[in-house]
C-alpha cells in the first residue's frame, strides 16, 4: 500500500506531524486509509460482506467512512479525519489532500456513476461538499463550506454555495456575465412589485 510514500506525504502536508512513527501511531486519518486499502482489496476479490464490515469498523474507530468500492490513489492525506464521508462511486487521484467534515457524495441517482471523481493533487477544505458525478480537475482547490454541484476546470479555485470558480490558473475569473440565480430571482421579485404598485396606484 507504499506506507512508506503516505508518511512523508502526511509530513509534507502537515506541519505538526514530528516523525513517521508518530503519525502510523496517532494519525487517524492515516488509519482509515490503512483499513480502506485493505477492505478495498476484499470488495476486488468479492469478499464483499467483510470488505463492509471493516469499512463500518473504521467508522467506527476514526470517524471516516470510506466504501471500499471506492478507488483511491496514492499518497492521499486524510488531515483531523472526522466525519468524512467516501461515496462507492468516488475516485481520488494522487496526492489529495481531504480536510474534516468532507463529503464526496451521491446526489440521489441509484444507479451507475453517482459520486465525484477527484484529480490528482487536489485539496478539499474543512466541512465541503461535493456531490454527483462531476470532475475537480488536477491541482483544484475546494473552499472549506463549500457546496461543489458542477464541473471544476484544472487549476481552480471554487468557493461558496453552490460552488463557483473564482480563480483558474492563478487569475481571478470574470463574473461579471456569469448569471446569478439569487440576484435573477430578487430582479423578478421587484419587477413584480413594481407592476402591483402601479395596477394599486391606477385603483
Keep these: 500500500m507504499h506506507l512508506k510514500e503516505t ?3 502526511y509530513q509534507k502536508n502537515d506541519p505538526a506531524a514530528r516523525s ?3 503519525v502510523l501511531l496517532l494519525y487517524n486519518g492515516l488509519h482509515a486509509i490503512i483499513i480502506y486499502r485493505i477492505s478495498h482489496w476484499l470488495w476486488q476479490h468479492r469478499c464483499r460482506f467483510l470488505a463492509r464490515l471493516l469499512s463500518q469498523l473504521a467508522k467506527w474507530l476514526t470517524g471516516v467512512e470510506i466504501h471500499p468500492a471506492a478507488t483511491i490513489g ?14 462507492a462511486t468516488t475516485e481520488i487521484g494522487d496526492d489529495c489532500l481531504i480536510y474534516q467534515g468532507v463529503t464526496l457524495g451521491g446526489t440521489g441517482v441509484m444507479q451507475g456513476k453517482r459520486h ?14 461535493v456531490l454527483g458525478p462531476i ?25 461558496g454555495i453552490p460552488g463557483r470558480v473564482v480563480r483558474i490558473n492563478g487569475e481571478k475569473t470574470d463574473h461579471i ?18 407592476t402591483l404598485e402601479k ?4 385603483k
Design 20 to 22: 513517521k512513527l508518530e
Design 116 to 129: 465525484p471523481t477527484l484529480g490528482n493533487n487536489v485539496m478539499v477544505g474543512s466541512g465541503a461538499k
Design 74 to 87: 496514492r499518497r492521499l492525506v486524510i488531515d483531523h479525519g472526522t466525519g468524512i464521508v467516501v461515496g
Design 7 to 9: 508518511l512523508e506525504a
Design 177 to 194: 456575465h456569469t448569471p446569478d440565480p439569487i440576484a435573477m430571482e430578487l430582479q423578478s421579485l421587484r419587477e413584480r412589485i413594481e
Design 199 to 202: 395596477l394599486l396606484e391606477e
Design 135 to 159: 470532475k475537480i480537475g488536477d491541482n483544484s482547490r475546494v473552499a472549506a463550506n463549500s457546496v461543489v454541484l458542477r464541473e471544476v476546470p484544472e487549476n481552480s479555485t471554487v468557493v
